[in-house]
């Protein structure tokens, strides 16, 4: 059986790949895996019209195998982490294929501590895929969980002190993706004292994603502007990225974030050790400015999972993703869209500066982003022809340059990524480098 398992779950589209059968053969095999003995499991979901699909069949399978069921319904992914801690579950699921477009679907697994599984486990479960399970003696209930997104909305509002901090006076415009923060979102900045212009702000399957949201920031850069907002806030379809917007139009992406907080929290002993965790795709310019203010970056794969590992690995309190998974481990396991939201104006508030000019303090290097479409990603990575190509590019930018070739973990994609300090040789060497490999993958197919 190849790989079920992607950078992110398990993820594909619903009803081609993500069938009811194949839905079904591995709710058997978790419950087998991860709760062999019965036990309690929550399950939410996003806004995707395949949601109840899936998640009365993964109900149907969780049941059979004698685990007791508890439906949080549509709720930001990271709602989990946080609700499987406060009911003492002992797994929890996520239906969602976050940033991907409505047609997808996936899986996502959280073990009793609210962390994203590790690949061991995730192992594990593809081995017992394919194995018979036998029925349970006693059939598990499925049940609803009570006031889960209340419950959820009080955790982040008490994330701050709110008798010293409020954020009267902004006005925030929040694009919600038509998915899982419609109804969360501008509750959560509403109680926190701020004018909310929500956008995309209905839950709609259908439109999930769908040019909105922290992957489009088109519209939300002009509604930002439009009605004169303090900041505009991006969230994709289930919630755990986010991506903040200037009245200028200027982005805020998660580098800049991780910047921004970890250098206030160093500056009042809050960061011990004096690290972030990063992916292998945060920008050296902010590795340089943090080197400066005696900031360390340890560097992971892609993946918010690998860097929430590493995190609790070395005790180190911040970390993340360039595309908006920020992870503040003081009160969450994992990436947390509006938490990060929430925290990073606590920050500026703090501070007595907005979030933009902290933002503009932070000097990044170019980057230049290529997707090549292949039926094997990882083997043109490893194509002699692609390492050599590889190589050549590289002496071309220098010591500072950079280039990031990866198989994509949910799409049929090598993404290549490219970083210098002269924007113009970014540009240059990443068109070359998409040129080149497209052919290798155009012959490799012939």
Known sequence: MTSLFGTDGVRGQANRLLTPELILSLS?????????????????????????????????????????????????????????????ADLGIVISASHNPPEDNGIKLFDRNGMKLPQEEEHRIEAAFSVAHEPAEIIGSVMTLEAAATRYAA???????????????????????????????????????????????????????????????????????????DLGIAFDGDGDRVLLVASDGFVIDGDRMMGIAASYMAEHDLLTPSAIVATVLSNRGLELWLADRGINVHRTDVGDRYVSHRMIEESIQIGGEASGHIIFREHSPT????????????????????????????????????????????????????????????????????????????????????????????????????????????????
């Not at 009365?56 to 007791?68: D, H, P, Q, R, Y």
């Not at 959560?188 to 701020?194: S, Y």
């Not at 933002?359 to 290529?370: G, N, S, T, V, Y």
């Not at 280039?403 to 993404?415: A, D, K």
């Open 28 to 88: 058997r095999a978790i419950a087998a895996t991860m709760v062999p003995d019965g036990g309690h499991v929550i399950i939410g979901r996003d806004t995707r019209t395949s949601g109840p699909m899936l998640e009365a069949v993964l109900s149907a399978g969780l049941t059979s195998a004698g685990l007791n069921v508890c439906l949080a319904g549509i709720i930001p992914t990271p709602a989990i982490s946080f609700l499987i801690k406060d009911e003492h």
């Open 155 to 229: 955790f982040l509002s008490g994330t701050i002190d709110v008798e010293r901090v409020d954020f009267t006076g902004m006005t925030l415009v929040l694009d919600c993706a038509y998915g899982a923060t419609s109804a969360i979102a501008p509750h959560v900045f509403r109680h926190l004292g701020a004018t909310v212009i929500p956008i995309h702000s209905v839950p709609d399957g259908n439109r999930i994603n769908v040019d909105c949201g922290a992957t489009h920031l088109a519209r939300l850069q002009e509604a930002t502007k439009e009605y004169k907002a």
């Open 335 to 446: 990436g947390d869209g509006i938490l990060t939201a929430v925290k990073l104006l606590e920050i500026a508030h703090h501070r007595g500066i907005d979030l933009p000019t902290l933002a503009h303090e932070i000097p990044l290097f170019p980057q230049c982003a290529r997707n090549i479409a292949c039926d094997n990603p990882a083997q043109l990575a490893e194509d002699p022809r692609t390492r050599k190509l590889l190589h050549e590019a590289e002496e071309t930018l220098g010591q500072l340059g950079r280039i990031v070739l990866r198989p994509s973990g949910t799409q049929p994609l090598l993404r290549i990524m490219v970083e210098a300090e002269d924007e113009d040789r970014c540009e240059e060497t990443a068109n070359q480098l998409e040129g080149s490999l497209q052919r290798i993958a155009l012959r490799s197919r012939s």
